[in-house]
Nanobody
Framework: QVQLVESGGQSVQAGASLTLSCSAS????????LAWIRQPPGKGQEFVAG????????LYGDSVKGRFTISRDNAKNMAYLRMNNLKFEDTADYYC????????????????????WGQGTRVTVSS
């Protein structure tokens, strides 16, 4: 069982930058596709960004493309989400998720594709 722990969420002003971190407990984490998925208050889940096991393939949601960057450090069992030029509409609970059912090559947008989830970290952006 992979345990994922997110950190880095906080309240910031619009235009600020923030980096979220995701720490994984399992040694085989390196073989999994990872994603950041968010849920704004009162709304459904939204795919933010995903990265394959090697880090050479990434995918972004349209609303964050060009502002957010996903990365991973397999030696440390860590993943990151660098968020620049934050907007009010980025306010959400951000979840780190892993897909252990695939071979780690494919990045999927559907939240249902990910079978391991962290508890989430809250980002609040004030305008």
């Amino acid at each position: 069982q992979v345990q994922l722990v997110e950190s880095g969420g906080q309240s910031v002003q619009a235009g600020a930058s923030l980096t979220l971190s995701c720490s994984a407990s399992q040694r085989y984490y390196n073989a999994y596709t990872l994603a950041w998925i968010r849920q704004p208050p009162g709304k459904g889940q939204e795919f933010v960004a995903g990265i394959n096991w090697s880090g050479d393939d990434t995918l972004y949601g349209d609303s964050v493309k060009g502002r957010f960057t996903i990365s991973r450090d397999n030696a440390k069992n860590m993943a990151y989400l660098r968020m620049n030029n934050l907007k009010f509409e980025d306010t959400a609970d951000y979840y780190c998720a892993a897909d252990s059912r695939d071979e780690g090559d494919v990045v999927r947008r559907e939240p249902s594709a990910y079978n391991h989830w962290g508890q989430g970290t809250r980002v609040t952006v004030s305008s």
